[in-house]
């Protein structure tokens, strides 16, 4: 049950559209999906830098970062995995209405996660990006020793291998690593991207 006793000031201090002024752009939560290894960092870092390059202020989220940190005290049940995404989300809520445009990548395995994500943050702020690699390539890829693990049932309800994972249905952009060039989901990215933080 809440205390009776919290009364919240957002009314009283400064706006968004005040942030945003002041920081010449316009903030958008770009919410990166998909397995582990799809490559969602690595296009994540690749994206806040030519962001930065152009003036414009970014934060990234990343799973491994948060779960080191404002995360420390979950693990990997159901239940704790959606506490993960709603903390990340009301985290990212903050930024959002800072002016910063912040980028998360986070294997959100789920329809009802990432709902849960778009309904705190905002719908019209959140793009969706499916980092859609295909499982063969990112097991073949297994820079931190997971899927091995997965596969002899070292880690219980591993997204992918004893876990499923829900695509999403109407993504803003799909990427594939397999396909594309870094640079090349970069460029993607920034045609979607730049129109919507332009001041």
């Not at 690593?177 to 979607?192: D, G, I, R």
């Amino acid at each position: 049950m809440k205390e009776n006793n919290i009364y919240p000031i957002f009314d009283k201090m400064l706006g968004r559209k005040e942030k945003e002024l002041l920081l010449k752009q316009r903030s958008v939560m770009i919410w990166f999906t998909g397995l582990s290894g799809s490559g969602k960092s690595t296009i994540a870092i690749a994206l806040e830098r030519e962001l930065h390059n152009r003036g414009l202020l970014c934060r990234i989220l990343d799973g491994d970062n948060i779960r080191s940190g404002v995360n420390n005290n979950l693990g990997f049940s159901p239940a704790d995995r959606i506490e993960n995404i709603r903390r990340i989300a009301e985290v990212s809520r903050l930024f959002i209405d800072s002016g910063i445009i912040t980028i998360a990548a986070f294997i959100s395995p789920n329809h009802e996660m990432r709902d849960l994500a778009a309904n705190i943050i905002g719908k019209d702020d959140f793009l969706e990006i499916y980092v859609n690699t295909p499982l063969i390539v990112c097991e073949r890829r297994d820079v931190k020793g997971l899927y091995a693990k997965a596969r002899k049932g070292e880690i219980k309800e591993f997204t992918g291998i004893s876990s499923p994972f829900e695509a999403p249905e109407h993504p803003a952009l799909t990427l594939d690593t397999s396909l594309l060039s870094l640079e090349e989901c970069v460029h993607k990215l920034l045609v979607l991207i730049l129109p919507k933080v332009t001041i």
